[in-house]
C-alpha cells in the first residue's frame, strides 16, 4: 500500500515508542501516531512520509483500549507538555517499563531483568516544582499567547493553568497573565523553592517534592550495598545527594562548575550541621583524578548526575581508568544513560547491578532512572 499526505486509513497500535508515540504498521512500513494506546484501532491521517516510517495525526479512536481514560487537562493534545494523560496512571508505569528495558537492551545491550519496575509518584498530577512558559505574538489574532509550545513545536498554546504543575505555580501563572512580558519570546521560569534548601534561580533541582523522598532512598539504598566509606558527588549542583547520604559514608566531596550552585550547597550543609563534606567549584575531568587517588578507589563510590546530553566522554573514560568501586548514575534522559553505562561497561570495567526507575514526570513520556555500578575485580 503506497501512503501519501492526507491519506486517510485506519490502522491497530501495537506498541508505544519511547518518546510516546504508538506504533502501527501498513505491510512493512511503521506509521507513528500521538495520544493512542496499543491494542486500539483509530482512524488517523497521514501527516508525514518517510522511505522508513510515516507519522500520522489521530482522528477518532475506534476501538478503545480499557486503559483509555479521560485527560484532565483541557489543553491535553495541543500544549506538547504531556503526552499521557489519556492513559490509566498504573499502565503508564508498566508501558514506561518495558520503554526503558526495550531502550536499555537496543542502546547498552542491558538484559530486560536488571530493570526494577517503575516507582509510581504519590501525586500524579499537581506535582511539578518548576515550569518555564513562553510568550509569543499571535500577529493574525493580535495577540501575545503566554503558555508551552505546541506539539506541532511551532507555536505558544495559549493556558491559563498546568494540571500536572503545583498550585502555587498556576497561582504564578495567573499573575503572569495579568502582567504579561512586553512583547513575544520571552521565557518565564516560575519555581517553588524547596523548603530548607537554598538554591540560587538557575541551579537545578529536582522537579517533583513528592517523590523526591523514593529517589533519596534509591540513591542511600545502593551506596549503603556497596559499603563504599567515600563519596565524590559529581555535578553536585546545591549539594544535595552528598548531603542526603552524608550519614552513610565517613566523608563525600561535591564537584560542580557553577559556583554560585557551590556556595549554596556549602550553606545548605552548614544549615543541617554536616561536617564530614566539602564542596568544590572545579570541571570535573581537572579533579576527578586527584580525589580518586585521596580517597582510595577501592573504598570510593562516585554519583553522576549529568545534564540530559549525558557524562563527557573525558568524564567516563576517567572513570574507567580509575575504577572506582561504585558508580551510581542518576538521569532523567534514559538514551544517553543507556549509552554511557554501555561505555563504562566494556571490557568488563563495571557491572551493572541494576536500574531503578522512578516516575518523576507523571502524564510525560520523561522518567527517571538511578543505576547502581560496580567495579569488576
Known amino acids: ?44 491521517e497521514i501527516t508525514e512520509v518517510k522511505k522508513n516510517f510515516a507519522r500520522a495525526k489521530l482522528l477518532r479512536v475506534l476501538t478503545p483500549s480499557p486503559e483509555r481514560v479521560a485527560p484532565e487537562c483541557g489543553y491535553f493534545g495541543a500544549c506538547g507538555g504531556c503526552q499521557y494523560q489519556h492513559i490509566d496512571y498504573a499502565a503508564q508505569l508498566q508501558f514506561k517499563h518495558k520503554q526503558i528495558a526495550d531502550l536499555f537492551e537496543r542502546i547498552g545491550k542491558i ?22 512558559i513562553r510568550s509569543q ?35 504564578q501563572i495567573t499573575h503572569v497573565r495579568a502582567n ?5 519570546g520571552i521565557k518565564v521560569v516560575l519555581r517553588v523553592q524547596p523548603e530548607n534548601w537554598e538554591v540560587p534561580r538557575d541551579s537545578f533541582f529536582q522537579n517533583n517534592f513528592f517523590l523526591l523522598p523514593k529517589l533519596v532512598e534509591t540513591v542511600r539504598t545502593f551506596l549503603q550495598a556497596s559499603g563504599a566509606r567515600h563519596l565524590i558527588d559529581l555535578y553536585c549542583g546545591v549539594g544535595f545527594f552528598g548531603i542526603e547520604t552524608a550519614g552513610v559514608v565517613d566523608s563525600f566531596v561535591g564537584v560542580e562548575y557553577d559556583k554560585l550552585a557551590i556556595a549554596a550547597a556549602r550553606q545548605n550543609a ?15 575531568e581537572e579533579v576527578l583524578p586527584e580525589l580518586l587517588r585521596k ?13 540530559r546530553k549525558g557524562c563527557w566522554p573525558e568524564t567516563l573514560e576517567l572513570l574507567r581508568q580509575t575504577k572506582p568501586a561504585q558508580v ?50
Open 111 to 132: 538484559p530486560a531483568d536488571k530493570i526494577s519496575p517503575v516507582m509510581g509518584c504519590p501525586q500524579p498530577y499537581g506535582y511539578r516544582n518548576r515550569i518555564m
Open 328 to 377: 551510581i548514575y542518576v538521569s532523567c534522559h534514559p538514551a544517553t544513560m543507556a549509552r554511557d553505562l554501555n561505555i563504562l561497561c566494556a571490557d568488563g570495567v563495571f557491572e551493572l547491578a541494576q536500574v531503578q526507575p522512578l516516575d518523576m514526570f507523571p502524564q510525560t513520556q520523561h522518567v527517571e532512572c538511578v543505576a547502581d555500578l560496580r567495579r569488576r575485580n
Open 295 to 307: 580517597f582510595s578507589a577501592e573504598k570510593t563510590a562516585v554519583i553522576l548526575d549529568p545534564p
Open 1 to 44: 500500500m503506497s501512503l501519501k499526505l492526507g491519506d486517510k486509513i485506519n490502522l491497530t497500535i501495537h506498541d508505544l515508542a519511547f518518546g510516546g508515540e504508538g506504533v502501527g504498521r501498513v505491510d512493512e512500513l511503521v506509521i507513528f501516531v500521538p495520544f493512542v494506546i496499543p491494542g486500539e484501532t483509530v482512524e488517523v
Open 137 to 171: 505574538w499571535n500577529g493574525p489574532a493580535k495577540k501575545l499567547e503566554i503558555g508551552f509550545i505546541r506539539t506541532d513545536n511551532k507555536f505558544v498554546e495559549d493556558i491559563t493553568e498546568c494540571k500536572i504543575a503545583e498550585p502555587a505555580l498556576n497561582e
Open 180 to 184: 504579561p512580558p512586553p512583547k513575544g
Open 270 to 284: 552548614a544549615s543541617r550541621n554536616i561536617h564530614n563534606g566539602e564542596f568544590v567549584a572545579a570541571k570535573v
